[in-house]
């Protein structure tokens, strides 16, 4: 599986961003996608994750601001961003897990880059 994501840049806060993860390979749609992000200086960190069954989930940090979602058909992960805050700058990363839980594999994509200036 190989992940590739777009849709990153810089903008005000208040304003909107969508990310995209176009993913490779047959797995997309049996499995766990989600949106971490690595702010400068600090770990990564979770951001939302949807399942194959389109089961959600949101960081506090998050919730009521972003929204996770996939295309099954497009082999793509979004994340519709709004009302963007500076502390949402950071690189976001799109994760696949895949296969059986006792053998589950994690698939990174190489990030891109938002930046949100007050």
């Known amino acids: 599986v190989q992940l590739e994501e777009s849709g990153g840049g810089s903008v005000q806060a208040g304003t909107s961003l969508r990310l995209s993860c176009t993913a490779s390979?047959?797995?997309?749609?049996?499995?766990?996608m989600g949106w971490h992000r690595q702010a400068p200086g600090e770990q990564r960190e979770l951001v939302a994750a949807?399942?194959?069954?389109?089961?959600?989930y949101y960081s506090d940090s998050v919730k009521g601001r972003f929204t996770i979602s996939r295309d099954n058909a497009k082999s793509t992960l979004y994340l519709q961003m709004n009302n963007l805050k500076p502390e949402d700058t950071a690189v976001y990363y799109c994760?696949?897990?895949?296969?059986?839980?006792?053998?589950?594999?994690?698939?990174w994509g190489k990030g891109t880059l938002v930046t949100v200036s007050s």
């Open positions: 949807i399942t194959s069954g389109d089961t959600t």
């Open positions: 994760l696949a897990t895949t296969g059986p839980l006792a053998a589950a594999r994690d698939y």
């Open positions: 390979g047959r797995m997309f749609g049996s499995s766990v």
